[in-house]
């Protein structure tokens, strides 16, 4: 085993990182997206720059095909969309829960004052219950993409903690997107809504959507949007990636907010693709023993196929 210290800034962000869920004020509004640490002794938390009022939250179920043990299986997992006037912001709704959970293991029984780095031969042998071991989930997305409609703007922001203690901060941007929508005559209802079929090709994959004209934003789940109305659903023609609506809520009193990027590490898009798959590739489990944490690198047995070819 190999000790490791771990400053409390390091463990601050690794456990409590993005603000998406904040307790209601009436008087002060929710603030969605950015980081949620807060001032430490040694660091300030990063400020938070407000982009718009925050109007509407569409749920999306987003169904996406991965490689496990050679064949291809399919996850679920819940996502949402927030928009205002110009701005959005979409992200994993169970993103801040596992954050959490993870927060109230470490700080069961009071802050681990010693860490051990332990291979994962080691990390077997060692006695482990379900009162003493965590092990966050294989899959789910740790990044928040923002839309800047009327600049045909996106920017995606996202957290590296695959290497324990040594956690970074990531944002690329991407300019004038356009995507070349075909609009169709057929129509179905989704949530009741009823929605018109667009085609496109975005990323190297041929995409069919479903679009409402009773929900006049032009957006939509992942980085999609460009049409006369909110995109309800949304698949590309292998099925292999599958987004539909399954709840929409008026907001009031929130804000769509961004962190000010000045500690992010600005990257390209190809750069960005080539640090998430380092990212997907292991995940950390733990065992907490009294006022020691031991952690170890396992590989993830999910292998996950881009939604974007190109």
Request: hydrophobic share 35%.
């Amino acid at each position: 085993m190999k000790f490791k210290k771990i400053s409390s800034l390091a463990i601050a962000c690794i456990i409590s990182f993005w603000n998406i869920n904040a307790q209601v004020n009436q008087d002060i509004p929710v603030k969605i997206g950015g980081s949620y640490q807060k001032d430490t002794e040694y660091q300030k938390a990063i400020e938070k720059i407000k982009l718009d009022d925050a109007q509407l939250r569409v749920t999306y179920q987003f169904k996406y095909g991965v490689i496990k043990q050679k064949d291809i299986s399919f996850i679920t997992d819940t996502m949402l969309l927030i928009t205002g006037d110009n701005y959005s912001i979409y992200f994993d709704q169970n993103d801040i829960k596992r954050r959490d959970a993870f927060s109230s293991y470490v700080r069961q029984n009071g802050p681990p004052q010693v860490f051990m780095s332990t291979s994962q031969s080691e990390f077997s042998e060692l006695t482990i219950n379900e009162n003493n071991y965590f092990s966050p989930s294989e899959s789910g997305e740790t990044a928040q993409l923002y839309k800047d409609r009327g600049k045909n703007f996106i920017t995606v922001m996202d957290f590296d903690n695959s290497n324990f203690g040594a956690s970074e901060l990531y944002f690329y941007q991407e300019e004038s997107i356009h995507i070349p929508w075909e609009i169709k005559e057929d129509t179905i209802s989704v949530l009741g809504y009823l929605c018109t079929k667009a085609n496109c090709d975005f990323g190297g994959r041929i995409y069919t959507a479903w679009f409402t004209q009773d929900i006049p934003i032009n957006e939509g789940p992942y980085k999609f949007y460009g049409l006369p109305g909110m995109i309800l659903k949304i698949e590309d023609s292998e099925k292999l990636f599958q987004f539909e609506a399954i709840g929409l809520e008026k907001l009031e009193n929130a804000e769509i907010v961004i962190d000010e990027n000045s500690r992010y590490l600005k990257c390209t898009k190809e750069e960005y693709s080539t640090i998430k798959k380092r990212m997907r590739e292991n995940f950390t489990e733990f065992y907490r023993e009294g006022m020691s944490l031991n952690y170890s690198y396992r590989k993830n047995g999910i292998e996950y196929i881009p939604i974007e070819k190109i």
